[in-house]
């Protein structure tokens, strides 16, 4: 819903398409969600190493450090994180726009909320990549020490533990992140992008 009035939308004089070719890249949103310490946030980034070094426009759009500015203000009930994803889709909107390859590292966990934010992009825009990992695997690594938290009851809504989680049913890509190393997912990642055309084969 939308409570803005007395707004026109106003079209650039310089076009997506303009932007794309400047770029000499397509832009697109490569949305990695999973479970806490499935490997998201690592995975997301070193992609985007990989395709800086290939001198492509990127930015990782992070979990974490959205939560510390534009959604600095929600919690973590059912309703904040819908919101949390909504304003986050409609950022990536914006970049995909700028004809950058875009980046989320989210648990995102309710696909409804995934599939509100591919509804704003054209087809072929929106690359789900779902880190499968185990919710044994992703305790044993807790880095943060937030599952742990989580058992005692001193976390509320903790996705995997008092929240579910709802896996992608047709993931455009799912790598196990509980079996291959950050290296061979990061040439999975790459590999789909050149199959499809989105950054040039070696």
């Not at 997301?44 to 492509?56: N, P, Q, T, W, Y």
Request: with cysteine.
């Amino acid at each position: 819903m939308n409570n803005s009035t007395n707004v026109v939308w106003h079209r650039a004089s310089v076009t997506r398409a303009q932007r794309q070719a400047q770029n000499l890249h397509p832009s697109v949103l490569l949305w990695f969600t999973g479970l806490s310490g499935s490997g998201k946030s690592s995975l997301a980034h070193a992609v985007e190493e990989k395709l800086h070094g290939l001198r492509c426009r990127t930015f990782v759009l992070d979990g974490d450090n959205v939560r510390h500015g534009l959604c600095g203000d929600l919690g973590f009930s059912n309703a904040n994180r819908e919101e949390n994803i909504r304003r986050v889709g409609e950022v990536a909107k914006l970049f995909i726009e700028a004809g950058v390859i875009t980046l989320t590292a989210f648990i995102s966990p309710f696909a409804a909320d995934r599939e509100r934010v591919r509804g704003l992009f054209s087809p072929g825009d929106f690359i789900e990549i779902y880190c499968r990992c185990s919710l044994e695997t992703c305790e044993s690594r807790d880095t943060k020490g937030l599952y742990k938290q989580a058992h005692a009851g001193k976390i509320a809504d903790f996705t995997g533990v008092s929240s579910p989680y709802e896996a992608p049913a047709a993931a455009e890509l799912v790598i196990d992140t509980d079996q291959l190393d950050i290296e061979s997912s990061v040439a999975m990642v790459l590999r789909f992008l050149q199959n499809r055309g989105i950054i040039l084969s070696d």
